[in-house]
């Protein structure tokens, strides 16, 4: 049987029967194997193939609940109170109740990416045959994460489909664990959180190499053009077709129409989420000027409805408002929905022709139009928009309020508290309400930045009164400055750039990579993201931006008027800021991370998922921050990472996730791995401390990112350098020398060189150590040693034989 391969065959003795044979296990790696890729121990793993690997990291990294409800609502057996982890009339008990919370959030998320993938993948297809090379740029391992995981090396856009079956037939097994009666311990819920985690990064790459292959994306491209940012930047005054959610299949076809009509200068064409990113890296891989513009992150959704500027908007999936269509017939704004994730009731009109369609909608008979087909999507949208522009004008639609108008609902407020109260960050809502009376708008002003615009304190308010608008309103000044400008997304980090940085992020010297991703939800406005990674690249360290993050990223400016895409250059090396493009490109800093094992360290990648997780783990220096983590898939995203061993930090928000996994550096027998050389046991440094934990403030945060790139394999150079930034942050931010610095010295070498003497005072006087003042060298104390050839690893079977 192993010879065969699917196809159809026919048995002579056997008149009339014909057996079709579809897909045999043992495919994979035969097809590995005709090209030459061997294939490692676990292609494509099932749910519990990589258990052991998952019970060593949370071995180290222990979940921590925090749940916020203490009942379960799941089966008709309850509601069950869990409190004081009491059992469920399942026999479920809290903790494992609260893990299977988490799981649940995890596939949501894998299964968004999943879904967009097949969608996008099955257009794709469509259109450009299944025989469509994948091609992502100069580039040999083309799908780091697809390879590792399951074995395939992709090469054709029909290839990816086998990748995607494997997927979602995981992602059904783990979902179906969700339901009452299945798994009953935590630790086990966990390791499938894990298998969730790292399907979550297969599902994102094949959407991101399918797309980036067949619409002209920039392909690991440092030059990628620069996309204007903003709700400054779109003219109001021409007519504004608005488009929001991840989807980027229909936009295509509407940039396509307005350059095939050329309407490129006589209307706008914005987005917001993830669509937005890649609408500006359509067509783009030969440079020139992005054919959209980005009004920003998800929190500008309702901010930029209730401008009342779009004259049309339109709908794909993911993070995309509830209440869209409401808030959008208030303005007389048609929305079309063109996924069939969102379609909001609307009646389905993609068997009628565009006249009949335009007609409807503008003469506001319906209130919108779910499309289903790209070519009518695109003469709709822009048709519509141009037409929707002078009947709007027209109509005198204003959606701002007067000035009076903002004086008089600022006295209104009987400063009874609900709307700060109900605000997520608890924004000082009463103080301008009280200024605001007294005409002076300033502090509502102050609200714009930090407000998320989701809407909760309008509901709150017992008087009605309209908060978010009057913050727009009061901003409007601001508002028309917000112009920034955001590198389009590059995609994957090319084998040539892994090969030229690999060794520095090995050795340390290059002293990490922060990835900041995710959503907005951040708890004191986007400024912090800016302070953040300006702090983080003048010291050298490679700042991966996507999504959300890579936006409002851009929205600010230094001194000279440039943004940080201007400021610092976007290669894959020490001191660059790189953005690898929309929330599905994520895959690509996983995929940087498995391609140095790969590529740098000639670690075998096809279906040796362990082995590569093992790698990184003790080796590359990489932490990922979501600070405004909201969405389900960005749990999914940081559990991908987790299960590489690269540690995430969730901003404040971001424990409503109610589970972290923390790890206990004063627990010796934790940080001990093997010496692959020997076998024999090694001590490493407590670092990474976690691999799930939340920050409350940048201040907390940043020292802590300097930290969590410490890693076992550093030599004393790339220590030195790690420990110094270490250092130096802590001091500058939270005033003070970290408390566990001396833990990671191995040797007098490791210290920062220009505080050795003062450091080594500090070693004797405090800690005891022996030191030998004439050569100014550690004669004892360090738990560690410095062994430039050890090989450290977590798995026993990676030792070499005999030990
Ligand atoms: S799943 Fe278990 S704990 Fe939850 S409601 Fe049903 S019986 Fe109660
Ligand atoms: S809309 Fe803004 S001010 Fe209102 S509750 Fe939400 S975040 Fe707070
Ligand atoms: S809820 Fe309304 S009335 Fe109450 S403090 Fe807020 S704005 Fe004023």
Redesign the pocket.
């Known amino acids: 049987m192993s010879d065969l391969e699917a196809g159809q065959f026919s048995i002579d003795e056997l008149e009339n029967v014909q057996i079709t044979i579809g897909k045999i296990v043992g495919a994979v790696e035969k097809k590995a194997t005709e090209e030459g890729v061997e294939v490692g121990p676990t292609p494509k793993p099932g749910i519990s193939t990589l258990r052991d690997w998952d019970y060593k990291l949370l071995s180290r990294y222990q979940p921590v609940y925090t749940p916020i409800c203490d ?10 109170d ?1 409190g004081g982890n009491k ?6 008990n809290m903790e494992a ?1 609260q893990a299977r919370e988490f799981l649940l959030r995890v596939i949501t998320g894998a299964a968004a990416h999943a879904g967009h993938g097949r969608h996008i993948l099955h257009h794709l297809i469509d259109v450009h045959g299944r025989d469509h090379p994948i091609d992502v740029g100069p580039s040999n391992l083309l799908a780091p994460n697809t390879q590792a995981v399951t074995g395939i090396k992709p090469e054709t856009l029909g290839d990816l489909e086998e990748v995607m079956d494997y997927v979602e037939e995981q992602l059904t097994q783990l979902l179906a664990t969700i339901h ?2 299945q798994e009953g311990a935590a630790m086990d819920f966990e390791s499938k959180v894990m298998h969730g985690g790292m399907l979550d990064h297969v599902g994102m790459e094949v959407s991101d190499i399918a797309q980036i292959s067949c619409l002209g994306m920039p392909k690991s491209d440092p030059e990628a053009p620069l996309a204007e940012i903003g709700m400054g930047c779109i003219d109001a005054d021409k007519p504004v077709l608005l488009v929001i959610g991840h989807n980027v299949a229909g936009v295509t076809y509407m940039i396509d129409y307005i350059q095939e009509h050329g309407l490129e200068d006589k209307m706008e064409l914005a987005g917001l989420c993830c669509t937005a990113i890649d609408m500006t890296r359509y067509q783009m891989d030969q440079g020139g000027k992005p054919h959209a513009k980005i009004v920003g992150s998800l929190a500008k959704e309702l901010k930029m409805i209730r401008s009342g500027v779009p004259d049309v908007i339109v709908v794909d999936e993911q993070c995309v408002r509830a209440d869209v269509l409401d808030e959008a017939s208030k303005l007389s704004i048609p929305v079309i929905t063109c996924n069939d994730k969102i379609m909001y009731g609307l009646p389905n009109r993609t068997n009628d022709s565009a006249a009949e369609i335009i007609e409807d909608l503008s003469t506001l008979k319906a209130e919108g139009a779910l499309i289903l087909d790209f070519d009518l999507l695109a003469e709709v949208s822009v048709e519509l928009a141009l037409k929707m522009s002078k009947i709007r004008d027209e109509m005198g639609i204003t959606a701002l309020l007067g000035e009076e108008e903002l004086q008089e609902l600022s006295a209104k407020c009987v400063q009874c508290g609900a709307c700060e109260l109900d605000c997520p960050d608890n924004l000082p809502i009463m103080e301008a309400m009280k200024a605001g009376a007294d005409k002076d708008f300033t502090r509502f002003e102050y609200l714009h930045d930090k407000c998320i615009a989701c809407g909760r304190c309008d509901q709150a308010c017992p008087k009605d009164i309209p908060i978010l608008n009057m913050i727009e309103k009061a901003s409007q000044k601001l508002i028309r400055e917000e112009k920034g400008l955001m590198r389009a997304g590059r995609g994957q980090v090319s084998d040539p750039e892994i090969r030229e940085e690999g060794v520095n992020l090995v050795l340390g010297t290059t002293p990490g990579i922060v990835a900041m991703v995710g959503c907005s939800n951040y708890p004191d406005g986007t400024k912090d993201l800016y302070d953040v990674a300006d702090e983080m690249l003048k010291r050298n360290y490679i700042v991966v931006m996507s999504g959300c993050s890579a936006m409002d990223l851009g929205m600010y400016k230094n001194e000279d008027g440039e943004t940080l895409y201007e400021k610092y250059p976007a290669k894959f090396l020490a001191g660059n800021l790189i953005n690898v493009g929309s929330c599905v490109s994520n895959a690509h800093i996983t995929g940087t991370a498995i391609k140095v094992a790969a590529i740098f360290a000639q670690r075998q990648v096809s279906g040796n998922y362990e082995e590569i997780a093992d790698y990184i783990t003790n080796r590359i220096g990489a932490v990922g921050v979501a600070w405004g983590a909201y969405s389900q898939k960005a749990s999914s995203i940081a559990t991908g990472c987790n299960r590489l061993g690269i540690p995430v930090v969730v901003g404040p928000h971001g424990s409503k996730y109610r589970r972290a996994l923390i790890g206990k550096p004063y627990k010796e027998e934790d940080w001990k791995v093997y010496d692959a050389r020997d076998g024999s046991e090694m001590p490493i440094p407590a670092a990474p401390e976690f691999l799930l934990t939340t920050a409350d403030t940048i201040e907390e945060l940043l020292p802590m990112l300097a930290k969590s790139c410490i890693r076992p394999s550093d030599n004393n150079m790339g220590r030195m350098i790690k420990l110094t930034h270490y250092m130096e942050l802590s001091q500058k931010y939270l005033g003070h020398m970290p408390e566990d610095w001396y833990k990671f010295v191995r040797t007098e070498t490791d210290l920062p060189l220009a505080k050795r003497e003062q450091l080594l005072k500090i070693l004797e006087a405090e800690h005891g150590w022996e030191i030998d003042w004439k050569r100014k060298k550690i004669l004892s104390g360090p738990t560690m040693k410095l062994d430039v050839s050890a090989q450290p690893t977590n798995v026993k079977r990676l030792c070499k034989e005999g030990c």
């Open positions: 009942q379960c609502c799941y089966c008709t057996f309850g509601t069950c869990l059992e469920g009339a399942c026999g479920i109740h009452a009666g």
